[in-house]
């Protein structure tokens, strides 16, 4: 279903200039809402009208399901809004699984006072990215807490999706020699964050990398390339994401510093800004485990920014990373976060 | 899987006695409180370890998903908690489109400051009632927002069911004479949190409704009841679910006041606090709609407290009640609500 995106909101703004109470409580002005802003914009319609619940017909097999909430501050960045993020980051948690992103469900927490219009952009972005992503949103539920009980919008997605080959994707999977190849450059999505929260400008606007993966998992897996593991970097950033495989499969992950992409503003902005781009979030980003004589190939297939960072090594659950000056250093998680309400 | 229920909570409160913005940050706090807390008390490793989401097999067939988030306020009351709400709400939502539920996800957005002994005693009520609905919990995501910005705790699920029958329960299948069956009293959660969150005492304590609907309804399939229609009772309670089946199958309902079950004690707190028990939310109560000929046998199977309240007349979308006075008064759906964050 192609969106129509009309530039007028559909609820008269100087009836409800912003959202009540009300618009959550079960009653006429929900059920307009929902009819007029959501069910419009969203190919729910298509599949599961008039229900709780959303029916579609599953293949035999194996399907994955995941779910993400996005508390993202401010909820308009560069890039994108919470609303693309809430669709690209469960898109993207199910490629993580190997899976083709079927189906989303998007639950709204809304704070009274919030203003329509900022909502009806959001329902907007969401069936957007969602129409970008290839996937429907087929169920949805809507609640509104009092001022000061919330912060404008918090949106959880759940995803489901299917997967088409016989592989295992996951840290188990890793094996010594693996190729550890990552799909760009680092760092974007948590400075644009910061950078628009902090009201920081740079010589040219720091944009989120926010992005679907799916295409671009679904090629790897397509081309019979044999995918060990994958994640995509968001919380915790490359680091985190490393350390996590690390510590599950039980192996050792070099890593090669100088090879990892950061773009020129990102790396000052975290030089300002104390921070180091290998913890900063992303959205748009991830890392694929694959034998190495696949390792060329699936590289070719990631795209012209996608480059082969490191490799496994066996050894027990740690990342080692070369640093630019040729030393050896271990790479840890954090032990808290480095940027709060990034997503 | 059964759940061990210790009495400890797994983080230790000395360390930790609140929940803090870095348990969300997506470093090693984060993963402790999701390992200790979380994955230790749900199926989730089960299933899809060490994934951003979870990979299950399905049988060919018709599925259902459905999300719901729960910002209930007070979020512990007589009756249950936001937890159990979270896990029976979408049980129940699969549950009315006639499909068996198998799986939830569990998304927290926690608030800064929570006490911990809290979200350990909210975990356990989530894998105590799925464990008591027979559903599993296979992925989950938590965000920490910072103090103010949230409310202790709101909860989103989103769950998976799968449909065994061939029957398509909808509005749309609602045929003149159908029965209208209800399962049982009605009024009780919503006026069980509003006097929790009132401080008001009644003569015994009036608890939440809230249980799971599954197997009520999976009893009426199984016996080859040719359900039309399923809704249950949240949000604008009895009423309004009336109103958006008359409205959506383009019938008119027809009840009879007198045979609507109201506990006493709900009745006179709703006499006090000048509410229409017809409009006050449930959360273990649904109407079916069933053929004539099948209405005893449908209302049997629903249990001792189910009562067969009306008909479906063919006519314009509306629900006509005929008052204890013996008087027909049209029936709507409120504008607004009653009651903010009951559920």
Request: net charge negative.
């Amino acid at each position: 279903m192609t969106t129509d995106f009309t530039l007028t909101c559909p609820i008269p703004l100087s009836d409800y200039p912003n959202v009540t109470l009300a618009h959550g409580g079960g009653g006429r002005l929900m059920h307009n809402l929902i009819d007029k802003l959501f069910a419009a914009t969203f190919a729910r319609q298509a599949v599961g009208a008039q229900h709780d619940g959303a029916v579609f017909t599953a293949s035999a097999g194996r399907m994955a399901f995941t779910t993400d909430s996005y508390v993202v501050q401010p909820i308009f960045f560069p890039g994108g809004d919470i609303g693309t993020l809430a669709v690209n980051g469960t898109v993207n948690d199910l490629a993580m699984c190997g899976a083709r992103p079927l189906y989303l469900s998007v639950g709204l927490i809304l704070e009274e006072g919030l203003p329509m219009q900022s909502l009806w952009r959001i329902a907007q972005s969401i069936a957007s990215a969602a129409d970008a992503a290839g996937v429907q949103v087929i169920t949805g539920d809507t609640k509104v807490v009092d001022k000061g009980k919330g912060d404008g919008i918090f949106i959880n997605t759940a995803g489901v999706g299917v997967l088409t080959h016989d592989l295992n994707i996951s840290p188990l999977a890793v094996r010594p020699d693996d190729a550890v190849i990552l799909s760009g450059d680092i760092g974007r999505h948590g400075i644009a964050i910061m950078a628009a929260r902090e009201g920081l400008s740079f010589e040219s606007t720091i944009e989120s990398d926010c992005a679907p993966l799916a295409d671009s998992v679904l090629a790897l897996l397509d081309a019979g390339i044999d995918v060990h593991c994958l994640r995509d970097l968001t919380r915790g950033g490359l680091a985190s994401a490393l350390v996590e495989i690390a510590s599950a499969g039980g192996v050792q992950v070099a890593v090669d510093e100088a090879i990892i992409p950061v773009n020129e503003d990102v790396r000052g902005a975290c030089e300002i800004l104390g921070l180091d781009p290998l913890y900063v979030a992303n959205e748009g980003r991830y890392v694929a485990f694959v034998p190495p004589h696949q390792a060329q190939a699936a590289c070719a297939i990631m795209g012209d920014s996608a480059c082969i960072i490191g490799h496994v090594q066996s050894g027990a659950g740690r990342v080692v990373m070369r640093s630019v000056i040729g030393a050896d250093r271990l790479i840890d998680m954090l032990s808290g976060e480095q940027l709060p309400r990034i997503c």
